[in-house]
């Protein structure tokens, strides 16, 4: 009996002893802002002093987060930098931003969201949703994939918003007449001066097309944009980036391509 009580005595010395040097770990610190890294948020909601505060006609403002990167546009010119997003505060610190002349209404919107956003705003994001205040102000923003899904090149008729020569994007006279419509097995639309069409097959980010033909109009507005059409859509492979209502199509060779604005809730008629 007096062995086994000293084996137990033992055993509990060693015991304690072990725990006495043990290192205790701790799990690695979570990163609070992972989940916006990567990310581009849509501005849904505006409110300064608990009342709505409308944006410039037509713009939203967007966020763009890697790990310690921001970068943001509000309608003109973009801001952006290194950001520490720790205690809940946007800590940014600016970097080159662009310097475009943009409309009034544009530049003053635009230097009013980068002096909120430079001023160690608070920031949360709950359930999907990313909320910016800065004293009376509260931003709302929605991932950009669920504020402005991508639209389906069958789901909207797609006006030309410029044209795409090499390295370069342009607009040209006719462009805002311009557009493609994809239906049924098809491909029809307006290049600013002449009807177009004829089979078109869309599937894993291509569009495979037949023989297009088109009417044989002279026109002085819109020929250039009737060229460009010539050198993309009678080609016969395309491939087709679409990013929310924005599509791309390019030819094979990467050489020209339309950039074509969709419209949400509005199907191809």
Not at 20 to 31: E, F, L, Q, R, Y
Not at 168 to 192: H, N, P
Not at 234 to 248: F, K, N
Not at 254 to 263: A, D, E, P, T
Request: glycine fraction near 12%; charge should be neutral; proline fraction near 4%.
């Amino acid at each position: 009996m007096k062995t086994h009580i000293l084996l137990v005595a033992a055993v509990a010395a060693i015991a304690s002893a072990c725990g006495a040097n043990a290192v205790v770990t701790s799990p690695p610190a979570t990163d609070p802002a992972a989940d916006l890294h990567g990310k581009t948020f849509l501005s849904t909601k505006v409110t300064v002093g608990g009342k709505n505060h409308a944006l410039v006609e037509g713009t939203r403002i967007s966020l763009s987060f890697e790990k310690t990167k921001l970068s943001a546009l509000a309608g003109c010119n973009g801001v952006g930098g290194d950001v520490k997003l720790g205690n809940g505060v946007i800590d940014l610190t600016p970097g080159p931003s662009t310097l475009m002349a943009c409309a009034p209404e544009l530049m003053k919107q635009s230097e009013w969201f980068a002096k909120l956003l430079t001023s160690k705003p608070a920031w949360k994001f709950d359930d999907g949703t990313l909320t910016i205040t800065a004293d009376q102000t509260v931003l709302t923003f929605l991932d950009k994939k669920q504020a402005m899904p991508d639209i389906g090149l069958a789901d909207s008729r797609w006006t030309l918003e410029s044209i795409i020569t090499g390295d370069t994007a342009s607009s040209s006279a006719g462009a805002s007449k311009a557009y493609l419509e994809f239906r049924d097995g098809k491909v029809s639309g307006f290049d600013g001066c002449n009807q177009l069409g004829g089979p078109a097959k869309v599937a894993d980010g291509k569009v495979v097309l037949g023989q297009i033909t088109s009417t044989l109009k002279a026109c002085a507005d819109g020929a250039e944009v009737g060229t460009a059409f010539g050198k993309v859509i009678t080609q016969g492979t395309l491939t087709v980036v679409i990013d929310a209502d924005r599509a791309t199509l390019t030819t094979e060779d990467g050489k020209n391509g339309l950039v074509l604005r969709g419209s949400y809730g509005r199907p191809a008629r």
